[in-house]
């Protein structure tokens, strides 16, 4: 950002007068790795660049050829303003939120000085960067600022954008290594047909995996007993025993167990056959008594009368049906939920972040003392915390591993927050130590920890109250969270 009005017109007649050296080469970058902040941090710049014009981010799989993962592919393009004429670098920093949390950053240093808002075909200055692996169903943060980066007490001017890399089962993730050992390249062949009460089931194994199970499904229910088998050889038979006899729709199910994905492995299905028929030599055919005539005649008309009377039935319940099989489901409302986090906890960013997996994942409409200030001041802490506690439908006290030693530096009114965070905190805690002595509305409050908190001696009393890990519990915290 530009600091005042006279850099900005001292600005406006460098570029004027500026004009490319005859022969010069398009700016292009080179990005390396770079851990913590950069140097242009440490000092401050009468001018300085604006800030990305648009950032986008997809994934692409990796340029090497023996290389079986997938890397960010990282695009944005520049502000054609004055400006760019300081502009000497841009940082990429991209944190992932899945099984494991991860942090780099990237440093790409532009080769030549910008003498012109745009590049000579027309257009915008655009540029790529091709890295940062990324693993399957993962939620990535990136952000993007150019340096040297706005000077303190200035607009940030950093842009960044949510990423969520897809499943096993993309064209591209499908042959990375975690992927390949959840069984996406597993092609089982399954082929399963029905003999009276047996089914004859033969698929091929995968060499990631031992264990199998084989489930018979009829009309979503499970006809069989499930029983986890270990099969060492690469095509397998199995003959399974069933009460009943086929009917259309019938399935088989293969459940793989590998070491990566557990009971989470993806399952392959097919469809039941009837078996073949074994041909077998006859004799001279010989004229057959109307009896055994009479007796193939009867049971065939009276299917036919018994389909005619479906059809009828059917034809007379039309109106009803049809409401049944247009039945639109009701949507229930979002929950209310009252965070309460330890005064410790970033709450730009840890506590903000929560609130917004809460709302874009979790279905829930959320309640934060930052966010209702105005009415703290027009009823006190008090009131205001006993009221929210009535209408919300869950309270979750939060903690986080991320202590707070950036707020008070980048926000000089974090010391007033903190203390009244503290007192909502405390006030909060003896609450719920009310309701542990009298037994009452303890279904409500749940505990979160994120990144690697634990409860403290102090507040041991909350080790009553279900507890999760975020985001490993994430699944399971949504579930029990939108059950009331």
Request: hydrophobic residues 40%.
């Amino acid at each position: 950002m530009l600091p005042g009005l006279p850099s900005l017109l001292s600005l406006a007649v460098l570029w004027l007068g500026s004009t490319a050296p005859p022969g010069l080469s398009e700016p292009s970058v080179k990005c390396f790795s770079e851990t913590g902040p950069s140097k242009e941090w440490m000092v401050r710049n009468s001018l300085t660049p604006g800030g990305l014009q648009t950032l986008h981010v997809d994934s692409v799989a990796s340029p090497s050829a023996n290389s079986d993962t997938v890397h960010l592919n990282v695009s944005w393009t520049l502000k054609q303003d004055g400006s760019i004429q300081m502009l000497k670098a841009t940082k990429i920093c991209v944190d992932g939120k899945g099984q494991f949390l991860s942090h780099s950053c990237v440093r790409c240093n532009y080769t030549e000085a910008f003498y012109n808002q745009t590049p000579p075909s027309g257009g915008k200055w655009e540029f790529h960067y091709v890295g940062f692996p990324i693993q399957s169903d993962t939620v990535y943060f990136i952000r993007a600022h150019n340096l040297p980066p706005a000077n303190m007490n200035e607009d940030s001017t950093a842009i960044s954008v949510e990423f969520i890399s897809p499943g096993c089962q993309d064209p591209v993730m499908k042959y990375t290594r975690r992927c390949r050992e959840d069984g996406s390249l597993w092609t089982p062949n399954i082929t399963a047909c029905q003999e009276e009460n047996i089914v004859k089931v033969n698929f091929s194994t995968s060499s990631f995996g031992l264990n199998y199970n084989v489930l018979v499904f009829k009309e979503g229910e499970i006809l069989n007993n499930p029983e986890i088998m270990e099969l060492n050889q690469s095509q397998v038979s199995v003959v399974i025993p069933v009460p009943v006899e086929k009917g259309n729709g019938d399935t088989v199910q293969i459940i793989p167990y590998f070491s990566t994905c557990n009971n989470a492995c993806l399952r392959r299905s097919a469809t039941i056959f009837s078996c073949p028929e074994i041909i077998r030599p006859v004799g001279p055919k010989k004229s057959q008594p109307w009896k055994y005539q009479l007796f193939i005649i009867l049971p065939t008309l009276g299917m036919a009368l018994w389909m005619l009377a479906i059809g009828l039935y059917l034809l007379w319940r039309h109106e009803r049906v049809k409401k049944i099989l247009f039945h639109t489901p009701v949507l229930l409302p979002p929950i209310k939920v009252l965070i309460i986090y330890h005064p410790h906890v970033c709450f730009y960013h840890s506590v903000c972040d929560f609130a917004e997996y809460l709302q874009d994942h979790c279905r829930s409409d959320i309640i934060l003392d930052q966010w209702q200030k105005r009415k703290i001041a027009e009823l006190g802490l008090v009131l205001w915390l006993t009221t929210q506690k009535k209408v919300a439908d869950k309270i979750v006290f939060f903690f986080s591993s991320q202590v707070c030693t950036c707020e008070s530096f980048c926000n000089p009114n974090a010391g007033g927050h903190r203390e009244s965070s503290q007192d909502l905190f405390t006030l909060a805690f003896n609450l719920f130590c009310s309701d542990l002595k009298s037994q009452v509305s303890l279904h409500k409050y749940l505990v979160v920890l994120f990144g690697k908190a634990t409860l403290a001696e102090d507040h041991s009393a909350l080790g009553v109250c279900p507890k999760y890990q975020l985001m490993k519990d994430a699944k399971p915290f949504c579930k029990d969270l939108l059950t009331i």
